[in-house]
């Protein structure tokens, strides 16, 4: 593709190890901010506003991985018989 024809840099395919990671998108800039390594897979998504924590499931591993969305990092790899279409359901601490 000629230089003049290449899309942006925040559009171009990821190379394929980007493919099991979680992208952390600055959505107003349109770049890539951070990347977390999850399985393979990863495909639903719920977020836990009490906890702060992002939950990814990954079906060939059949997880949900428990990110903190402060440091980016999997805190938790929770086993699941099937992986596929997660919810997230608040519970306050002492309830």
């Given at each position: 593709?000629?230089?003049?024809?290449?899309?942006?840099?925040?559009?171009?395919?990821?190379?394929?190890?980007?493919?099991?990671?979680?992208?952390?998108?600055?959505?107003?800039?349109?770049?890539?901010?951070?990347?977390?390594?999850?399985?393979?897979?990863?495909?639903h998504s719920s977020y836990d506003p009490e906890g702060g924590r992002l939950l990814v499931?990954?079906?060939?591993?059949?997880?949900?991985?428990?990110?903190?969305?402060?440091?980016?990092?999997?805190?938790?790899?929770?086993?699941?018989?099937?992986?596929?279409?997660?919810?997230?359901?608040?519970?306050?601490?002492?309830?």
């Amino acid at each position: 593709m000629p230089s003049s024809r290449r899309r942006p840099r925040e559009f171009r395919r990821a190379p394929y190890s980007h493919r099991l990671r979680g992208l952390w998108i600055d959505w107003r800039g349109r770049y890539i901010v951070g990347a977390t390594k999850l399985g393979q897979q990863p495909f639903h998504s719920s977020y836990d506003p009490e906890g702060g924590r992002l939950l990814v499931t990954t079906n060939v591993d059949s997880m949900v991985n428990v990110i903190d969305t402060k440091t980016r990092q999997v805190v938790q790899k929770l086993p699941v018989t099937k992986a596929h279409g997660i919810v997230s359901v608040g519970i306050r601490a002492g309830s």
